[in-house]
C-alpha cells in the first residue's frame, strides 16, 4: 500500500478498502504520511464522501491509531458529546449527574474555537482546575468519583489530531464523513459502552437548519453503531443560547446555580433529556422519561453537585469549592447594561455574533494559541419570545474596561432582534435519532 494509490482511488471516486484506510491512518499518526498528502486524502473525501462501510473504517482506524482505553467498573461506561453551540454547559451537569445514577462518565472534552465555547476552559476558569490529565490519574478519578472531564492525551487518536490540523488549513472542516470520524474516533477510544449525542441546529451552531443537523445525527449514530458503540442523538434547538450567560466563568455560575438551586430551564430541561435517553439505551432506566427522572432526582438531591465538587478538587481546585463557588471565580473589572431601544418581543438572537463577540473580548480563540480571560462575557440574556419595554436590559456585558464595554454593548443591542410580534416558540429538542 502506499499514500498515493489511497488518494488516487478517493479521487476517483472509489472509497478505499479498510485495509487501506487503516494503513493511512496508521501513517498519519506515525508521520510516515506527508502533509500535502493528507491534505489531499482530506479534499478528495470532501469532494467524492465515504460510502458508510469507509466511514466506519475510517473512524475505526483512528480510534485504533492510539490507545484505546480499557474499563473494569461496576457499571456502564457513557458519555456524551455536542457539536457545539453557545451557553452550552450540559456536559458540566450531565457527567455527575449520571455518575450519581451508576454510570461511569469518561468525558474527553474540547476547548472552544471559533464563536462556539469550550467545555475545558469552562473548568479552567475555577482557579487551580488543570484538565490536562495522565491517562492513569484520568482513570483513577473516573473509578473514584465516576466520573472525570479532561482534554485527549497525545496518545488518544493522534491520526485525527494531525489530520484536524491539516483540514483546519486546507478548507475541508466542514465535510460530513471527516465530521463524523474526528468526533468519533475520540469518544470511541475512551472505551463506551453507550453514547448520546446533542446535534444543533439553529444560529448558534454549526448546522443552520434541522434537515442539515438530521442528516449530520443520522450519519453520525449509524457509524458509531457500525463501530460497535450503541448510539443515539438528539437534534435540539440553537437558536438562543442555551443558558443565560456565555463566558467561562459566567457559565460556571449557570451550572452552580443549577446544582445548588436547580430550578426548571432549558439548560437543565435538556440534561434531563439527554441523560435519560442514555440511561435507557443502556439498559439503566426503563424508558427515556425514566432515565430523566433519574437525572433530575440526582440533581435536586445535592448527589451531582457532591460529585462536581469531588472532581473540581481532585483536578487541583478548591475543595470547598461547592460551598464557596461565589467566592471563588474571576470576574470582570467593568460590568454594563445592554439596553433596549423600544418596546418590543425578542424575535430572534444571533448566537454566532453574541459568540464572536465573547470571543472579541478575550473569552474565546480564533487560533489554538489565543490566551482566554476566563471572567469576560455575557449574562441575563434575554430569552426569545419574551418581551422588554425600552430602558430594560437585554443582557450585561462583563468586559475590561468601559470604553472597550460600550462598543460591546452596541454589538449585542443588534445582535438581538426585537418586534412587535411574538415569534413562534421552537421545540428544545426537535427529533430523536436511534
Known amino acids: 500500500m502506499d499514500a498515493r494509490s489511497i488518494i488516487a482511488c478517493l479521487r476517483s471516486g472509489t472509497t478505499p478498502s479498510g485495509a487501506e484506510i487503516e494503513w493511512f491512518a496508521q501513517g498519519l499518526a506515525s508521520g510516515t504520511v506527508s502533509d500535502a498528502q493528507a491534505g489531499a486524502f482530506a479534499m478528495a473525501v470532501c469532494l467524492n464522501g465515504l460510502t458508510d462501510a469507509g466511514r466506519v473504517a475510517l473512524t475505526e482506524a483512528m480510534c485504533n491509531s492510539g490507545e484505546r482505553l480499557e474499563w473494569a467498573l461496576p457499571g456502564p461506561i457513557l458519555d456524551k458529546h455536542s457539536t457545539g453551540g453557545v451557553g452550552d454547559c450540559v456536559s458540566l451537569l450531565l457527567a455527575p449527574a449520571l455518575a450519581a445514577c451508576g454510570a461511569f462518565v469518561p468525558m474527553i472534552s474540547g476547548r472552544g474555537l471559533g464563536h462556539t465555547g469550550g467545555t475545558l476552559d469552562k473548568l479552567e476558569a475555577i482557579p487551580g ?50 465530521i463524523t470520524a474526528s468526533i468519533l474516533s475520540k469518544k470511541l477510544a475512551a472505551g463506551l459502552e453507550g453514547l448520546v449525542l ?15 443537523a438530521r442528516n449530520l445525527a443520522q450519519t453520525l449514530v449509524q457509524t458509531a453503531n457500525g463501530a460497535g458503540t450503541p448510539t443515539t442523538a438528539l437534534v435540539t434547538d440553537m437558536n438562543q443560547p442555551l443558558a443565560t450567560s456565555m463566558g467561562n466563568a459566567l457559565e460556571i455560575i449557570s451550572v452552580m446555580e443549577v446544582l445548588t438551586n436547580p430550578k426548571a430551564a432549558p439548560l437543565i430541561e435538556l440534561t434531563e433529556q439527554l441523560g435519560g435517553s442514555l440511561l435507557h439505551s443502556a439498559g439503566q432506566a426503563s424508558d427515556s422519561i425514566t432515565g430523566a427522572l433519574q437525572i433530575r432526582q440526582a440533581i435536586n438531591g445535592g448527589h451531582a453537585a457532591e460529585g462536581f465538587g469531588r472532581m473540581i478538587a481532585r ?120
Request: charged share 20%.
Open 129 to 178: 482546575v488543570s484538565t490536562e490529565l495522565s491517562t492513569e490519574d484520568f482513570q483513577q478519578i473516573v473509578g473514584d468519583i465516576g466520573f472525570a472531564i479532561a482534554s485527549a492525551s497525545s496518545n488518544i487518536a493522534p491520526a485525527d489530531r494531525r489530520l484536524y490540523a491539516i483540514r483546519d488549513v486546507t478548507s475541508t472542516v466542514d465535510s460530513i464523513d471527516l
Open 198 to 212: 446533542d446535534v444543533k441546529w439553529g444560529s448558534g451552531a454549526f448546522m443552520q437548519t434541522p434537515n442539515e
Open 315 to 434: 483536578m487541583g481546585g478548591p475543595k470547598d469549592f461547592v460551598e464557596c463557588w461565589r467566592d471563588r471565580l474571576p470576574a470582570a473589572r467593568c460590568v454594563l447594561g445592554v439596553e433596549a431601544k423600544v418596546d418590543g418581543f425578542v424575535q430572534a438572537i444571533d448566537g454566532r455574533a453574541l459568540g464572536n463577540i465573547v470571543v472579541a473580548m478575550g473569552g474565546g480563540r480564533l487560533v489554538g494559541s489565543d490566551k482566554i480571560n476566563p471572567a469576560v462575557g455575557l449574562s441575563q440574556i434575554a430569552r426569545l419570545g419574551s418581551f422588554v419595554e425600552a430602558g430594560t436590559l437585554l443582557a450585561m456585558v462583563h468586559c475590561e474596561n468601559e470604553a472597550q464595554g460600550l462598543a460591546f454593548c452596541e454589538a449585542v443591542a443588534r445582535a438581538i432582534t426585537l418586534g412587535a410580534d411574538a415569534p413562534k416558540p421552537y421545540e428544545l429538542v426537535f427529533e430523536k435519532v436511534t
